[in-house]
């Protein structure tokens, strides 16, 4: 189907399609005419989307970026980096760390008793 009857079908506009696709959130498939089709796949795709968006109360844009962060390392790293400045996340615990505390507390008992 075209891209007017996908949108009508989805309860939304042609052009919030076509943001959305530009946002990457479509699977990029095309006719020979460069016209966008949609099927099944896609109605689906942008449905469960837009379950994202409101069950987690975020936009388009703010998924798309989610996706990236998933996709890319390096864009997954920043956020990571970003998250531990600002104290939004934790620093992993390494094994040896543990490990590390681990043998210290043993020890400290050992000389204290």
């Known amino acids: 189907m075209r891209i007017t009857e996908a949108a009508g079908k989805l309860g939304m506009s042609p052009r919030m399609l076509r943001y959305r696709e530009a946002l990457g959130l479509l699977p990029p498939v095309r006719n020979q005419g460069a016209h966008r089709r949609f099927g099944p796949d896609e109605l689906s795709a942008v449905a469960q989307s837009l379950e994202l968006e409101k069950r987690f109360d975020i936009s388009p844009a ?46 400290q008992r050992r000389t204290q008793g």
């Open 62 to 107: 703010e998924l798309a970026f989610a996706l990236r962060a998933l996709s890319e390392p390096a864009v997954a790293q920043a956020v990571r980096d970003l998250g531990l400045r600002i104290g939004r996340l934790q620093a992993p615990r390494r094994a040896l760390d543990f490990e590390k505390e681990k043998a210290l507390r043993l020890l």
